[in-house]
C-alpha cells in the first residue's frame, strides 16, 4: 500500500512518525524541522498548493514557499509572527489551486512538537471556506437537535397527562379493590417513565451545552417542602419512613438555581427510596452554616437500603451503567439519574459525595452556596417547654425527628414515657404521636393538667378520626412535619388564642359551584376533558378554548376570574394569547386576573422563558391533581388581595 505521506529523501528515520500524525488529518499539513527545512507532507497538502509529487514542492521551495517555510528566520517564535503579514495577524492566505483553478482561503496554525528526541514543527493549513461550512453544518445540528429533544419532551409529557390524570380521577371513582391495585400500578409505572425519559432528555441536553446556570431569588421553605410533601405519600405507598429535616434557621429566600438543585434532591430521594425495602428510612437533611457571609447549605439523603459495593462506586456516575443490574434486581431505571446529578451539581461549582455500606446503606451530599436575600421568617418564643410522648413504638423515630425541630426552634423540649407523669409540670404542650389519641386519655390529661394544651401528630388519613374529638384537643399536626406547619402550630401554642383545627375540603360536585369562572386555553381534546372534570368536581365553572385566538375572544367579552394557558396551540400560541389578554386587562382597566401555562413544555430553561415572557405561573404536565387544585386556590387568593388592595 502507497504511503500517503511525503517524505524528504534526506530523512528516512522520520518516515513513521510523521506517518502517525498525517494520516489521521485531511487538512494541508507539512513538516519542518527545528532548522526550519522542509520534512515532509501530506497528499492533500501537496494537491492544495497545486503539487503533483513531493520533489516539485521541494523544487518550489526557491519562490514563495522557500521563503515561507524554509528562509524565514525566526519565523516561527511568537513574537516575531508579525513577518507572516496576513497570517501574522490569523487572516487567511489565499493559494491557487491547480486542480480548478480557484483561489481558496486558507489560515495557518503552527504546533511545536518534541517525540522521542525528535524536535519538528507542525503546519496546518485549514480551508476557511471548509471550516466555516463545518461551523454551519454543526450550528444546524444542535438547532436540530434541540428542537428534537423539546418536541420529544412535549410529545411524551401531552399522552402522559392523560394517563395519569384519568388514572387518578379512576381511583376516586367508587372502584373496587382489585381495580384500585390495578390503577395504582398504572399510575407507579407511567410516573416511573416520565422520571427516567426526564433525567435521559435532561442529560442529552447538558450534553450538547444547552442547558445554563440559571440563579434566580426563590422561597426556601416554599421550594423544599413541596419537594416533601411530593415524595412522601410515594414513600408511605412503599412502607417506607421517609423523613424531612429542613433547618429553620435558613433565610426565607436565597439565591440560586433552584430547578437544579431540586431536580438533583429528587433525584437522590427517588433513588434513596427505589433501593430501600419496606420498612426501611430515608432521612432527608438540609441545614446551613454561614460562610463569609452568605449561607452555606449542605444537602444529604441517607438511607438503609441495599448499600454500594466499593467496585461499582467507580463506575456510579457513568451514564447507563447501572442499568444492566437495575434490570437484574428488578429495578427500572436507565442509571442516569446520578450521572444528570452529577453533571447539574459540577455546573453549579459543587459535587456529589457518595458514602455507603453493603447491607446498611448509602449516603449522598453535597454543599451549595447561595446569596442570602431575606431573613429567617421564623421567630421562636424564649423560655417555652414542651414535651413528647410517643404513643406506639413505630413512631419512635418520628419523634426523634420532632424534638430535633423543636429544639431548632429554640424550644426546651424532653421525652416523656407517660401522659400522667409529673414531668407535664410547667409545660405548655405535649405532642402525642399516633394514628388515634382516644377521648378518655385526653380528657384524663386535661383534667390533671387543665392549661396543657394537646397537639397530636398523625398520618393525615387520620384527620377525620381526630376532628370528632375536635372540642377535647388543641390543635393537629401532620406528618411530614416541616418548618412552616410545626411553627404554625408552635404560634397558636405560644398565644393560646384560637384553635386551628384543619377543615377537611370535600370534593365538590359538578353541579355545586363555588363562584370562580376559569378559562382553559387547551388544544387537545382528551387534556381538555380531563383539566375541566378535575375543576368541574372541585366547583369551578369551566369554559373552554381550543386555541389562544378562542381564547383571547372568549375574555373579551367574558368574565373570568383565572386563566389556564397551554402553550403549544394552532391559531394562535399561549404566550401571544397571554399578551393580549393583559393587554385587554391594561386598556379596559380590568382588575388582575392570573394567567397559568399549563403546558408540556417542561425542559430545562422553559419555565424561566414562559413566565419571562409575561405568564404568571407555570404548571408541567403531567400535572398533579391536587397540586394544581393547590396552586389555583393560590392565585385566586392572591388576586382578590391584590385587587382588594387597589
Given at each position: 500500500?502507497?504511503?500517503?505521506?511525503?517524505i524528504?529523501?534526506?530523512?528516512p528515520?522520520?518516515?513513521s512518525?510523521?506517518?502517525?500524525?498525517?494520516?489521521?488529518?485531511?487538512?494541508?499539513l507539512?513538516?519542518?524541522?527545528e532548522?526550519?527545512e522542509?520534512l515532509?507532507?501530506?497528499e492533500?497538502?501537496?494537491s492544495?498548493?497545486?503539487?503533483?509529487?513531493?520533489?516539485?514542492?521541494?523544487?518550489a521551495?526557491s519562490?514563495r514557499?522557500s521563503?515561507?517555510?524554509?528562509?524565514?528566520k525566526?519565523?516561527f517564535?511568537?513574537?516575531?509572527?508579525?513577518?507572516l503579514?496576513?497570517?501574522?495577524?490569523?487572516?487567511?492566505?489565499?493559494?491557487?489551486?491547480?486542480?480548478?483553478?480557484?483561489?481558496?482561503?486558507?489560515?495557518?496554525?503552527?504546533?511545536?512538537?518534541?517525540?522521542?528526541?525528535t524536535?519538528?514543527?507542525?503546519?496546518?493549513?485549514q480551508?476557511v471556506?471548509?471550516?466555516?461550512?463545518?461551523?454551519?453544518?454543526?450550528?444546524?445540528?444542535?438547532?436540530f437537535?434541540?428542537q428534537?429533544?423539546?418536541?420529544?419532551?412535549h410529545?411524551f409529557r401531552?399522552?402522559?397527562?392523560?394517563?395519569?390524570?384519568?388514572?387518578?380521577?379512576l381511583e376516586?371513582?367508587g372502584i373496587?379493590?382489585?381495580q384500585?391495585?390495578?390503577?395504582?400500578?398504572?399510575?407507579?409505572?407511567?410516573?416511573?417513565?416520565l422520571?427516567?425519559?426526564e433525567?435521559?432528555?435532561?442529560?442529552?441536553?447538558?450534553?450538547s451545552?444547552?442547558?445554563?446556570?440559571?440563579?434566580?431569588?426563590?422561597?426556601?421553605?416554599?421550594?423544599?417542602?413541596?419537594?416533601?410533601?411530593k415524595?412522601?405519600?410515594?414513600?408511605?405507598?412503599?412502607g417506607?419512613?421517609?423523613?424531612f429535616?429542613?433547618?429553620?434557621?435558613?433565610?426565607?429566600?436565597?439565591?440560586?438555581?433552584?430547578?437544579?438543585?431540586?431536580?438533583?434532591?429528587?433525584?437522590?430521594i427517588s433513588?434513596?427510596?427505589k433501593?430501600?425495602?419496606?420498612?426501611?428510612?430515608v432521612?432527608?437533611?438540609?441545614?446551613?452554616k454561614?460562610?463569609?457571609?452568605?449561607?452555606v447549605?449542605?444537602?444529604?439523603?441517607?438511607?438503609?437500603?441495599e448499600?454500594?459495593?466499593?467496585?461499582?462506586?467507580?463506575?456510579?456516575?457513568?451514564?447507563?451503567?447501572?442499568?444492566?443490574?437495575?434490570?437484574?434486581?428488578?429495578k427500572?431505571?436507565?442509571?442516569?439519574?446520578?450521572?444528570?446529578?452529577?453533571?447539574?451539581?459540577?455546573?453549579?461549582?459543587?459535587?456529589?459525595?457518595?458514602a455507603?455500606e453493603?447491607?446498611?446503606?448509602?449516603r449522598?451530599?453535597f454543599?451549595?452556596r447561595?446569596?442570602?436575600?431575606a431573613?429567617?421568617?421564623?421567630?421562636?418564643?424564649?423560655?417555652?417547654?414542651?414535651?413528647?410522648?410517643?404513643?406506639?413504638?413505630k413512631?419512635a423515630?418520628?419523634?426523634?425527628?420532632?424534638?430535633?425541630?423543636?429544639?431548632l426552634?429554640?424550644?426546651?423540649t424532653k421525652?416523656?414515657?407517660?401522659?400522667?407523669?409529673?414531668?407535664l409540670?410547667g409545660?405548655?404542650?405535649?405532642?402525642?404521636l399516633?394514628?388515634?389519641t382516644?377521648?378518655?386519655?385526653?380528657?384524663?390529661?386535661?383534667?390533671?393538667?387543665?392549661?396543657?394544651?394537646?397537639?397530636?401528630?398523625?398520618?393525615?388519613?387520620?384527620e377525620?378520626?381526630?376532628?370528632?374529638?375536635?372540642s377535647?384537643?388543641?390543635?393537629?399536626?401532620?406528618?411530614?412535619?416541616?418548618?412552616?406547619?410545626?411553627?404554625?402550630?408552635?404560634?397558636v401554642?405560644?398565644?393560646?388564642e384560637?384553635?386551628v383545627?384543619?377543615?377537611?375540603?370535600?370534593v365538590?360536585?359538578e353541579?355545586?359551584?363555588?363562584?370562580y369562572?376559569?378559562?382553559?386555553?387547551?388544544?387537545?381534546?382528551?387534556?381538555?376533558r380531563?383539566i375541566?372534570?378535575?375543576?368541574?368536581?372541585?366547583?369551578?365553572t369551566?369554559?373552554?378554548?381550543?386555541?389562544?385566538?378562542?381564547?383571547v375572544?372568549?375574555?373579551?367579552?367574558?368574565?373570568?376570574?383565572?386563566v389556564?394557558?397551554?402553550?403549544?396551540?394552532p391559531?394562535m400560541?399561549?404566550?401571544?394569547?397571554?399578551?393580549?389578554?393583559k393587554?385587554?386587562?391594561a386598556?379596559?382597566?380590568?382588575?388582575?386576573?392570573?394567567?397559568?401555562?399549563?403546558t408540556?413544555?417542561?425542559?430545562?430553561?422553559?419555565?424561566?422563558?414562559?413566565?419571562?415572557?409575561?405568564l404568571?405561573?407555570?404548571l408541567?404536565?403531567p400535572v398533579?391533581?391536587?397540586?394544581?387544585?393547590q396552586?389555583?386556590d393560590?392565585?385566586?387568593?392572591?388576586?382578590?388581595?391584590?385587587?382588594?388592595k387597589?
Amino acid at each position: 500500500m502507497q504511503s500517503l505521506v511525503k517524505i524528504n529523501a534526506r530523512y528516512p528515520q522520520h518516515q513513521s512518525l510523521i506517518e502517525s500524525f498525517a494520516q489521521v488529518q485531511s487538512d494541508p499539513l507539512f513538516f519542518v524541522s527545528e532548522d526550519e527545512e522542509l520534512l515532509g507532507s501530506n497528499e492533500v497538502a501537496l494537491s492544495a498548493l497545486g503539487h503533483s509529487s513531493f520533489e516539485t514542492l521541494e523544487k518550489a521551495c526557491s519562490s514563495r514557499l522557500s521563503e515561507l517555510f524554509l528562509k524565514a528566520k525566526g519565523f516561527f517564535k511568537p513574537e516575531n509572527k508579525h513577518w507572516l503579514g496576513p497570517l501574522g495577524e490569523g487572516k487567511p492566505l489565499v493559494l491557487l489551486s491547480n486542480n480548478n483553478r480557484r483561489a481558496i482561503p486558507y489560515r495557518l496554525r503552527v504546533q511545536f512538537t518534541e517525540i522521542e528526541d525528535t524536535r519538528f514543527y507542525i503546519l496546518l493549513l485549514q480551508n476557511v471556506e471548509a471550516v466555516e461550512k463545518a461551523k454551519k453544518a454543526q450550528g444546524y445540528f444542535e438547532t436540530f437537535k434541540q428542537q428534537f429533544l423539546t418536541n420529544i419532551s412535549h410529545e411524551f409529557r401531552t399522552p402522559m397527562n392523560a394517563i395519569i390524570g384519568f388514572s387518578g380521577l379512576l381511583e376516586t371513582s367508587g372502584i373496587n379493590t382489585t381495580q384500585n391495585e390495578y390503577v395504582h400500578n398504572i399510575q407507579n409505572s407511567a410516573t416511573s417513565m416520565l422520571e427516567n425519559i426526564e433525567n435521559l432528555l435532561e442529560l442529552m441536553q447538558i450534553e450538547s451545552g444547552a442547558i445554563k446556570l440559571n440563579k434566580q431569588p426563590f422561597k426556601v421553605y416554599e421550594a423544599f417542602e413541596e419537594i416533601a410533601n411530593k415524595f412522601y405519600a410515594l414513600s408511605q405507598e412503599k412502607g417506607i419512613n421517609l423523613f424531612f429535616v429542613i433547618d429553620p434557621k435558613l433565610p426565607a429566600s436565597m439565591l440560586g438555581d433552584i430547578d437544579k438543585v431540586s431536580r438533583v434532591l429528587q433525584n437522590l430521594i427517588s433513588n434513596a427510596l427505589k433501593f430501600t425495602s419496606k420498612g426501611g428510612q430515608v432521612l432527608v437533611e438540609i441545614s446551613q452554616k454561614e460562610g463569609g457571609g452568605k449561607p452555606v447549605v449542605h444537602y444529604s439523603v441517607t438511607d438503609t437500603g441495599e448499600g454500594i459495593e466499593k467496585d461499582k462506586l467507580q463506575t456510579l456516575l457513568r451514564p447507563f451503567a447501572s442499568a444492566r443490574e437495575n434490570q437484574m434486581r428488578g429495578k427500572d431505571g436507565f442509571g442516569v439519574g446520578l450521572t444528570l446529578s452529577f453533571k447539574l451539581l459540577k455546573m453549579m461549582s459543587s459535587q456529589l459525595n457518595v458514602a455507603s455500606e453493603v447491607g446498611r446503606g448509602s449516603r449522598f451530599s453535597f454543599i451549595l452556596r447561595h446569596n442570602k436575600l431575606a431573613q429567617i421568617p421564623f421567630v421562636p418564643k424564649r423560655a417555652s417547654k414542651m414535651a413528647i410522648f410517643v404513643e406506639e413504638s413505630k413512631m419512635a423515630l418520628h419523634g426523634k425527628i420532632l424534638k430535633k425541630y423543636l429544639r431548632l426552634f429554640n424550644v426546651d423540649t424532653k421525652e416523656v414515657v407517660s401522659t400522667t407523669s409529673s414531668e407535664l409540670h410547667g409545660v405548655d404542650a405535649v405532642f402525642i404521636l399516633g394514628d388515634y389519641t382516644g377521648k378518655k386519655r385526653i380528657e384524663d390529661i386535661k383534667k390533671k393538667y387543665p392549661d396543657l394544651w394537646i397537639v397530636p401528630v398523625t398520618s393525615s388519613e387520620n384527620e377525620s378520626d381526630f376532628l370528632q374529638i375536635s372540642s377535647k384537643i388543641d390543635t393537629l399536626l401532620f406528618f411530614p412535619v416541616l418548618p412552616t406547619t410545626l411553627y404554625e402550630v408552635l404560634t397558636v401554642v405560644w398565644k393560646k388564642e384560637s384553635k386551628v383545627l384543619p377543615k377537611k375540603v370535600d370534593v365538590k360536585k359538578e353541579d355545586e359551584p363555588i363562584g370562580y369562572h376559569i378559562l382553559v386555553a387547551e388544544d387537545n381534546p382528551i387534556n381538555q376533558r380531563l383539566i375541566t372534570t378535575i375543576l368541574k368536581q372541585a366547583g369551578y365553572t369551566v369554559t373552554t378554548a381550543e386555541n389562544g385566538k378562542i381564547a383571547v375572544d372568549l375574555y373579551t367579552d367574558g368574565k373570568y376570574d383565572l386563566v389556564l394557558m397551554d402553550i403549544d396551540m394552532p391559531v394562535m400560541d399561549g404566550i401571544t394569547a397571554n399578551r393580549l389578554i393583559k393587554e385587554i386587562d391594561a386598556n379596559d382597566k380590568r382588575p388582575f386576573t392570573p394567567v397559568i401555562a399549563l403546558t408540556a413544555r417542561a425542559m430545562a430553561g422553559d419555565r424561566e422563558r414562559i413566565i419571562g415572557a409575561g405568564l404568571d405561573a407555570h404548571l408541567a404536565k403531567p400535572v398533579d391533581r391536587a397540586f394544581l387544585l393547590q396552586t389555583i386556590d393560590q392565585y385566586l387568593k392572591m388576586k382578590e388581595h391584590r385587587n382588594f388592595k387597589k
